[in-house]
């Protein structure tokens, strides 16, 4: 991955592991994704926030990889984007298009006992399990890694229906520990409404 990446300022948030389908209509984007995909590297997507913060977007996204594109009925570019690596943005610019470029650095978070941290929340294998097996989801081209809390806080958190600030606090945990207390309550929230 290069450390110098066009950023993407989305109102989601791309979770590591998950797959995006995006429409791109703005010239700087359409020019964007072609200068990926001839460059062979793919971009950032980042959450836009209404905040005081350099151009109003968060301090970390994901780095995503562009696996799929074609042109829409509507006339728009339609990509497929996995998402890879959680990273953190530094040393915003914008260029004349209005284009964000900036310094990628990816996050490596802290090592966990995954076994015993997933023995902790059987609660959420759980549901992950049923919700993979549903015919709509069991489409999707996602892989979860059970073994690994990171892969399964991940997906079960882009599949139930969290708002996109709720996932930017998954994907600024600290480590997956962190990660995994956090789903829980969410997943407690929802199971009360």
């Not at 562009?66 to 996995?82: A, E, M, R, W, Y």
């Amino acid at each position: 991955m290069k450390n110098h990446l066009p950023v993407f300022p989305l109102g989601l948030v791309a979770l590591p592991g998950s797959i995006q389908s995006l429409q791109i209509f703005e010239p700087r984007y359409l020019k964007m994704i072609k200068k990926c995909m001839s460059d062979n590297h793919g971009f950032v997507i980042v959450l836009k926030i209404s905040d005081t913060s350099e151009f109003g977007i968060s301090k970390k996204g994901t780095y995503v990889e562009i696996i799929d594109f074609n042109n829409l009925p509507n006339g728009l570019l339609g990509i497929t984007v996995k998402s890879e690596t959680k990273v953190s943005i530094n040393n915003i610019c914008q260029l004349e298009d209005g284009l964000h470029i900036a310094d990628i650095k990816p996050v490596i978070d802290p090592e966990v006992d995954n076994q015993a941290l997933l023995a902790e929340y059987p609660e959420i294998i759980s549901i992950l399990s049923q919700i993979i097996k549903h015919p709509k989801v069991n489409e999707l081209p996602i892989e979860v890694d059970f073994n690994s809390a990171d892969s399964v806080a991940y997906h079960l958190a882009g599949l139930i229906p969290l708002t996109s600030a709720q996932k930017q606090n998954l994907l600024e945990a600290f480590d997956a520990s962190q990660r995994l207390l956090i789903l829980s309550k969410y997943i407690e929230k929802i199971s009360t409404l």
